[in-house]
């Protein structure tokens, strides 16, 4: 969370000429229900199966750069399917700088703890190796602005082996 995913998604798509989807908001479109109430109404459960079921179905394009959650990877399902989909990029930043970056809004229903910084921690120590284990190229967000981000990942990922 506050890695970058949505943002530096929808700047990569627009460079690369691609459609562009984020499996949140594409929840939010056919639901018609924000994230935080998902989780309110069916806990966290039902926003995996609903998260799992979105990025199955995202993953069938041809063509797309997709933004997940940040928790996606705890399915092992969805850690296959985006293996097998394409190319995985794994945006790190620190816990201080993922703090910093998402204070400001209350989209993050998981972040609704009285230590937000401890709450990242132990997210990033559960998750961290999951996303080093499908990710094609790890790229650093801290002290980057997302445009700089996006060229970094450009670079990188012409400099990959075909599959
Ligand atoms: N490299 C970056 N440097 C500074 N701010 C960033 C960077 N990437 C994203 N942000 C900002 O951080 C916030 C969270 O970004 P977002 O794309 O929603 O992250 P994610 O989808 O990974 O949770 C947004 O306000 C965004 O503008
Ligand atoms: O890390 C997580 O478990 C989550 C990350 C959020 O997306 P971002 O990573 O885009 O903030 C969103 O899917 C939901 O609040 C759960
Ligand atoms: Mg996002």
Not at 98 to 122: E, F, H, I, S, Y
């Amino acid at each position: 969370m506050g890695a970058g995913k949505s943002t530096i998604g929808r700047l990569l798509a627009k460079e690369l000429r691609l459609p562009f989807k984020d499996s949140d908001k594409e929840i939010e479109l056919r639901t018609g229900a924000n994230i935080p109430w998902i989780f309110d109404k069916e806990g966290e459960p039902g926003f995996r199966d609903r998260e799992q079921a979105m990025i199955a179905e995202l993953c069938e394009y041809d063509g797309v750069v997709l933004a997940t959650g940040g928790g996606a990877v705890m399915r092992e399902a969805n850690r296959r399917a985006l293996h097998a989909g394409g190319r995985v990029v794994y945006l790190h930043a620190s816990v201080e700088q993922q703090v910093g970056r998402t204070a400001r809004d209350r989209n993050r229903p998981l972040l609704r703890t009285a230590d937000p910084a401890k709450t990242l921690r132990d997210l990033l120590a559960i998750r961290d190796p999951l996303y080093r284990e499908i990710a094609d190229l790890v790229v650093e967000t801290d002290e980057r602005p997302p445009r700089m981000v996006v060229l970094d990942i450009l670079e990188r990922l012409q400099q990959l082996p075909p599959r």
